[in-house]
């Protein structure tokens, strides 16, 4: 099991352009979450998916849109990367209640850090 | 206001000393979960423990033990012996399980340093 992997790991952005930033487990969770995380601010959601075909907006999503086409990954997109959004990403999933998981904890990607110049 | 508080910026253990780390959280939720990640400076996040609002006893789990007191709305870890390798950042994080519907998202505090000396 690979568990929750992101792509890419570093990425370095000019004003205005737009990337997507994929996120993949092979948990067969059906919650996957975006967080950033900042210097000083610990981790904030942007995004979430409670399962294939949904998203819902989390506490910070301006400037980013999600998908979630296949169950197992979750894209994050930027169109008009701004140096605000300079920060480190990560992913994680959950499973659903009764699925096994004593606690419900959310598994995290290593990250992806992103710079917006 | 702040749903989760950790007001330990940084934090110094000698080594094979015990260590706390406070949380504290804010909810009206009456059900509701606590957790607390390790983040080295690799930068992965691992899950170290957790507490249900409604689990009588503290969680403990190898060396790392959540001290929750429910009605002073802490969930503080204590992690005993320390170990070079605790360095770290330390996140306390809830999730409120009644409200905003079934999505079960967390809510994370601002983080901890932690430092262990030799």
């Known amino acids: 099991n690979a568990g929750v992997t992101q792509t890419p790991k570093f990425r370095v952005l000019k004003t205005g352009q737009s990337m997507t930033l994929l996120c993949a487990q092979d948990m067969n969770h059906e919650y996957m979450y975006w967080y950033r995380q900042d210097p000083g601010m610990g981790l904030r959601l942007i995004h979430y998916s409670v399962g294939e075909g949904t998203t819902a907006k989390g506490e910070v999503p301006d400037g980013y849109n999600v998908s979630r086409l296949k169950k197992q990954n979750f894209l994050l997109g930027l169109e008009s990367a701004a140096p605000s959004q300079t920060s480190v990403y990560f992913c994680a999933s959950s499973k659903l209640p009764g699925q096994g998981s004593r606690f419900h904890e959310q598994y995290f990607g290593p990250g992806t850090r992103l710079t917006v110049t | 206001a702040q749903k989760i508080t950790q007001t330990q910026p940084g934090m110094f253990v000698q080594e094979k000393e015990a260590v706390t780390l406070d949380c504290t959280y804010d909810?009206?939720?009456?059900?509701?979960?606590l957790f607390w990640y390790k983040q080295p400076s690799s930068g992965e996040m691992i899950f170290l423990i957790y507490?249900?609002?409604?689990?009588?006893q503290n969680a403990t789990e190898g060396r790392y033990s959540l001290n929750f007191q429910k009605a002073r709305k802490s969930a503080n870890l204590v992690i005993s012996a320390s170990q070079l390798g605790d360095s770290a950042m330390y996140f306390c994080?809830?999730?409120?399980?009644?409200?905003?519907?079934?999505?079960?998202?967390?809510?994370f505090g601002k983080g901890t340093l932690l430092t262990v000396n030799p």
């Open positions: 994080a809830m999730r409120e399980e009644n409200s905003g519907g079934s999505n079960y998202k967390l809510t």
């Open positions: 507490q249900g609002s409604y689990d009588q």
């Open positions: 909810t009206s939720d009456p059900s509701y979960g």
